[in-house]
């Protein structure tokens, strides 16, 4: 399969007369995909039972017929009015109890029975119309899931369902109560009916509660879904997927990916790094306008998991966005750049947001490949280049790196209820690990928690894993790679209790974690011989191994034969101390990549990036600005 | 006319026996008016229809028999507790759904029927009892309306009238769809009856609808006034007035003032820069004791303008405050120098707010021109020293400044709807281009857009301007003076929407802005020689001459003949290599005034003032600290 | 009586198979006491009216038999969810009217009459069966009153009684009206019913209105707090305590301390460095691992106070807390310098909290003097040598300091109510002087307002007492000692109106404060020869000798005899150079601490304490770092 490219396009926001010829420029610029329909419930059905399906076709044919495969999203994030005047409470509840209103987007409630109902209709709707459609080349379902803090709800509707729940998975108010320790300050519940939603308590709510709650919106997400993938898969053989946003953690998407058959995601690197990378300001600044070099390949990592290895950018960023609080334009460069990043790491396709920038409306700052006025925007020169270039280089292919990092929603979870140490996050933890092996010009597969076979894997890392299922950690230690594990590993039951014996528990590292402290973060503590722990550490008790220890004499990271254990959270310095050795020995061909070089293997290719504002220059390859090139690999 | 000075005062706050001898004092201290009434309710009307007027009618004979000009204040500020317990659904409502209760003031939604009849009620009866009083020269509806964030109400009374306003602009629910593009996310209405208010949105709501209930409520201000004033008329010849407050601009003081006969404002400049100037923390330490230098200019040409021609201080700051962070005492000096700034923007009247510093209640920490003991405060001196200088001081006449700007609250409007980059607002960007102007030594007159006689002018300022009606395009285009436009004008249609052809789509200048950004403020973009783009750029397309590059190649400032287009904002550096060449260009006189050192002329004066903290001086003029010298004018 | 040790137990949480071998470990590490019973309502009762005694009786059996002493704890601060449920809405609602919900503790409302009476009816049953137990040595009301906010609630029932408490206060609106000078924007009230909760006012409320609040609210948790020791008392004679927590200081803990027989309080000194000390950044870095030198010498002098002689620490921080935004672990031997602190100043015990920790619930993080598999945590040591210390050392005796501060709960709430400045605090005032004063190694008595006695006093310091009755006033003007007052002193009558002649009006001391003013924190006023005023200061009328004048003229600290009156908040280096020479005046020895050392005084012996992480050295004495010596007194 060759790589291919698409865009973003919503033919009910432009006069009919225009499609032919945006249909035939965005075959000119060798775009494959176009995705439409996912707001578009209002023209469909504008009052209740008033369908107005006809432009809808002439728009699937006029794309199709130019020569365009459609993606069509369901309509679901954005139900009109008078589905909210049915159900005047499908909307979510924020945390101080305030409901949500009409207005923008995304506005129901995960648990809502009545609107997963009308959800359910205009799906089936949608899918027997377009499920045999020739140009319907895939679906979507939805749009970005979690998007705006929308996974969770303290609505009724919740409140319901989540007792529900919890009875389903406890069966009896006595296992919960103990399962909890709801004894610790009289909170033991006489019956599943008394069970509440965890906010707006006096001071914080048992973390066991909060945890479920966690997973049970989780777990709705889930459901959402697959009542609309139950239904298209009936009338339907193409594939589904739906639009994951960056860094939205409170749901699994690898459960909602079980019922996909593509992951895709939305790329907007200038607006992350604003609002949600956790950069500190001087990054935010070198890179503003280019974005962090290494949290879109995380994400690219990430989903081709949830994908199971199919996967696509469907919205990347084309120019400044209007979201973040900033907006700048990217570098001449970035565009191509982010495109060729999210190739190197397998995707099928990379679908530039939007066709045209739309005049009205919420968005109306965020950039197209096209201007309002229909003329060109920057990025379209970059989508020609990109064009040409996939011509010229090899099909999507299938390639295993060599380093494995296991991503675990659930830890993302259980650290957002507990952090311990103001600021703390899984996610911060896993990044700042997937940073330095990225600065060591690794490729890194991420896997799912369920992965039981490492086969091939030289190096496997597990940082955070607050509760790890005991075959996991059997898997692990018969792992043929190096392993490293910590902080936190197996630090809590399934039910957010410590455990006895203390963590970490792991049959052959003769190590507990007697006692842990949060840091402030100007106090990290420095590490003898350089680099320090900061935030966060764990004291060790037991035999084994000092890797590297803090200058106050405490074990920082230990370990026993193939495990190491990482008992701290450690800076970039400190990561490159433990791990350059261990892949070192694994014979792993470690670089050290400065500034914004990275690199990214696929099975027949190096790409070298640079995500600097100047020309650099590394191991005689000269890396112009904002650039990206491509290398036969010689293994 | 001669200027004069006056006092508040609150005869209800005092025993009846200290009435006569404040009055001779005020008469003593050379003041000509005493503002009186505007939070007396509760003594006028105790309990419904029980009414005690007498003591009324006594402090108005009082003071009136003293030599005293009294301007009443209608007292609809502060209605009793038993208004609202008549109608509990009165007070307006926060953008977090909150009703806002009893127990200070302004406890009102503008939008209330009920509270908008007992608004009516009490002011008819004011205004019959005191119409032809011979005693009361001036009025003053309410009390500065929409300080404590009062303008914008989510109340059920405001969401009642705000579709009844959509209705009566759009007419069909089409066309407001239309103009909203509500079609974006679905968010089509059937009928104006579901439409909302934009708050509790889950996302940010269409920028339409945002910026139609802004001058939806803006709207609301002027009717509630309204409803005072044609009241007021009926009963009385005195001419009416409303004390406006320091940058409040979510209402349109110029269309309040089209009901009034003199626009009055409230002038606090040490709280003023603690709390709202906007002063970065080193202006607002070294003028904590002094004030903004050009905080109070800017809003005494405003006044001006608000008030056709005739506008007073009505609240003079006279010594510490209660209501800032931090509530310094002023340098000696600045009560007299802040009163004749005002004066030498033509102020006729700076009243000291307040005469005797309430020893109990809210403002008990608010100094006066008297202690809570009744001795003389600090303020007392300077306010004589104001006297006897207003003695020998030419009348207030009328001066047409050389250069004017354009004040647009709708511009407002819009910029706080979508300021596109954190902390960006239209009212700052007015104020630093108006502060590159002061610190040349220039004298402004602020008009209103719908200003279309620019006759006089040599230099005509408009930064901002998101709309701008083609009329005043026209106009700006025939003026005789030099133009200068931009950032964002014409940005938007009068929907809010991006218009085809591309902005700023001015005559005779070929430019388009393509593309526009956002910048973090610590990645200034520098100009070549000098300067810098801060937060904000457009990057521009056409034919015209560059008048400023940024150091990356791009146009920051383009002008064709007599027209500038500045597509940034701009720096002060910047701000003034624009505008020193067109300003000398045009024959005026630019100077380049120091820290603290301003000048402003009237007919027949200059006047130079000293905000420092230090002696100074200019071209020869010693310069006390905090003080002002005038000279005659050698024009 | 010998110093004596003890922790806090929850059986309830434990095998029962536990019991007899922590009881034993307990005796081994030599403690005396053992808290049991605060939270297990939901044991006791598990649903209404089915009562569980026999696991608790068996507890004090096990733990009393064993050698220990049991302080029975009533488990009202953790109704269980039954209760709840009986009483829908006996929540406490927050100052933005959320009503806050079950899943913590403290989740009740002190005003509601409903749970009054369940509090009730619970500590009549507990006091009944175990009120003539001869294990239960003493009993502990409730937990923790005020913590996490708890003190004052918005609620309807909070309303009800508000009225009522005001019509018992004021006897007739009129007079309330009067008192309050509700005039001031028409707020007068026809009635008591129409008085409402001081929250959600448009711009501040009335202060008189918000202090008669704050002193309502303190008396619900006096009178709370009685209903439970007039029922306990009628069963038990042995003493009465509560353990009050950290810089809560909502509420007026003399007034609770008169119905009980010992003060107790929670002391978790790094806990508190994080998240009230109010300490500077700089500082919570240096003092991390062992606390605020002063903070806890100040609580206990403070609780000696409220407990009128006899005072604990019943909860020491043993290690880690999970509660603050970071948490670190104490340095080795702070635990044991904690637990002499706190015998240095008068303890008869001190408490660690907890036993084992908890793996379960909210506290899993906290640790205890066992890790949660039982083995030793780092704090059991220290207790061990403690234990050995205490055997050595002398009784328990009473000691009069030669200095004493009046602290005063109502200055709290008027300085709460009025700031003046951002973040000024009277706590905060009397902390920094508190921390002169010890820093001149002075021993310290606090003394509440209703002091009329200062016998034996060589200087007596109030800082800040904004109402201070006149024969507290007349009182200090006769003691033999130096009286240090001000700033602020009696700046309000008792209705939180500024008198008439202006303040202080003290006695002998020819001054009035004319004005006051507030300051930003970066423009300190530097005083001649040293040191600085910072956020506030007086400016002075009258005829006394300058002590200490800021350099722009104005006097900052006056005097007259024995009679000193700070009009500033002073600096350390201020407050040092005012104080220093009044002590030597009056023959006390004056140190000149630096760092972390710190000593106290005992009848017999000074102790030496030293919080720095380095070893240092006073005056000959070699002080290891985090260590305590004890030298014999030679006075
Ligand atoms: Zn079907
Ligand atoms: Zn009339
Ligand atoms: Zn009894």
């Not at 075959?27 to 707001?39: K, P």
């Not at 209740?48 to 999203?73: H, M």
């Not at 027997?128 to 895939?138: K, L």
């Not at 969770?152 to 369902?161: N, Q, R, T, V």
């Amino acid at each position: 399969m060759k790589r291919t490219t698409g865009t973003c396009y919503y033919p009910e926001h432009w006069d009919k007369a225009l499609w032919a010829e945006d249909a035939r420029r965005m075959v000119e610029a060798g775009l494959t995909w176009v995705r439409i329909g996912e707001f578009a419930w209002s023209r469909i059905e504008p009052t209740p039972g008033d369908f107005q399906w006809e432009w809808l076709d002439d728009a699937i044919e006029v794309l199709g017929t130019a020569g365009l495969k459609v993606v069509l999203g369901t309509p679901t994030a954005t139900p009109p009015r008078w589905v909210a005047d049915k159900h005047p409470d499908m909307f979510a509840v924020d945390v101080d109890g305030k409901q949500r209103g009409f207005g923008s987007r995304r506005h129901y409630c995960f648990s809502h029975e009545g609107y997963q109902a009308e959800a359910a209709r205009i799906v089936e709707l949608f899918a027997e119309r377009y499920g045999a459609n020739p140009h319907v080349a895939a679906w979507q379902t939805d749009n970005e899931y979690g998007c705006h803090d929308t996974t969770i709800s303290y609505s009724d509707a919740a409140l319901k369902a989540f007792r529900f729940w919890l009875k389903d998975k406890y069966k009896t108010i006595d296992a919960l109560n103990e399962a909890w320790g709801n004894v610790f300050w009289s909170m033991e519940y006489n019956d599943f009916d008394q069970i509440g939603l965890p906010n707006l308590t006096v001071t914080e709510p048992n973390p066991a509660h909060s945890l479920n709650f966690r997973r049970f919106s989780s777990d709705q997400v889930v459901r959402f879904n697959r009542i609309q993938t139950d239904i298209i898969r009936k009338h339907s053989k193409a594939p589904l997927s739906h639009n994951y946003m960056g860094r939205v953690t409170d749901f699994d998407h690898y459960k909602v990916g079980d019922d996909l058959e593509i992951a895709t995601w939305d790329s907007y690197p200038l607006g992350f790094l604003e609002d949600r990378v956790g950069a500190d300001v001087s990054e935010q600044r070198v890179y503003a306008r280019q974005g962090d070099p290494d949290f879109q390949a995380l994400h690219h990592d990430l989903y081709r998991a949830v994908g199971k290895g199919r996967w696509w950018v469907m919205e990347q960023q084309p120019g400044p966005v209007n979201w973040a609080p900033y907006n700048p334009a990217p570098l001449p460069g970035m565009v191509r750049l982010w495109s060729w990043e999210a190739f190197a790491h397998g995707a099928e396709a990379v679908c530039y947001f939007r066709w045209r920038q739309a005049p009205m409306a919420q968005e109306q700052m965020h950039a197209g490949l096209l201007r309002p006025d229909s003329a060109d925007a920057p990025a379209m020169a970059e989508a020609k280049q990109v064009r040409d270039e996939i011509a010229n280089a090899p099909d999507v292919a299938p390639y295993q790196a060599p380093v494995a990092m296991i991503f675990d929603y659930d830890a993302e979870f259980a650290w957002a209820v507990q952090p311990h140490g103001q600021g703390l996050s899984y996610f911060s933890l896993f990044f700042e690990t997937y940073k330095a092996l990225r600065k060591m010009g690794l490729s890194i597969d991420i896997l799912r928690p369920e992965t039981r076979d490492f086969d091939g894997y030289k190096l496997i890392v597990a940082p955070g894993l607050m509760h790890m299922d005991e075959s996991l950690k059997q898997a692990l230690t018969k792992a043929n790679g190096h392993v490293m594990l910590g902080p936190r590993t197996g630090a809590r039951d399934g039910d957010m209790v410590i455990p006895t014996p203390l963590p970490p528990a792991i049959e052959g590292l003769d190590v507990i974690v007697s006692r842990v402290e949060s840091l402030r973060p100007d106090m990290p503590e420095p590490i003898a011989g350089g680099g320090a722990v900061t935030g966060y550490r764990e004291l060790l008790e037991g035999s084994v191994d000092v890797v590297l220890r803090s200058k106050d004499g405490e074990a920082a990271v230990v370990s026993n034969g193939d495990v190491t254990y990482v008992a701290a959270w450690l800076n970039q310095t400190a990561l490159r101390r433990v791990l350059a050795p261990i892949a070192e020995g694994q014979g792993l061909d470690v670089l050290d990549l400065k500034d914004g070089v990275r690199v990214r293997d696929t099975a027949t290719e190096r790409f070298w990036f640079n995500y600097g504002a100047s020309e650099t220059e590394y191991d005689g390859r000269r890396l112009e600005a904002a650039s990206v090139i491509r290398e036969e690999r010689s293994e």
